[in-house]
């Protein structure tokens, strides 16, 4: 479980550049990636055989950030898991 966790934190402390008058990129992103949750619990438990339209959306954001491009799909869609319920993995 530390793994993950710190995986988490690696993975969503990168800031991209404020470029709208709406808020940041990163908060757009985050809020995206949040939202991806119940795919990624989907894709998780069907070992990568259900892959949601809001998975796929997070994982490109996160693909995108230098950080996190040597992960696999299944350890992305896991650190998003924790990234949306934070509270289930500290218990």
Not at 29 to 47: N, P, R, T
Request: glycine letters at 6%; proline letters at 3%; a negative charge.
């Amino acid at each position: 479980m530390t793994l993950y966790v710190s995986l988490v934190t690696f993975l969503f402390t990168y800031e991209a550049p404020s470029f709208t008058s709406e808020g940041s990129a990163s908060s757009r992103e985050d809020k995206l990636i949040h939202a991806a949750g119940e795919d990624a619990a989907s894709f998780v438990a069907s070992q990568g055989a259900i892959r949601g339209a809001g998975l796929e959306a997070a994982l490109r954001v996160l693909r995108e950030r230098p950080n996190s491009r040597h992960y696999s799909d299944l350890q992305l869609a896991e650190a998003i898991m924790l990234h949306a319920y934070p509270m289930s993995a500290t218990k």
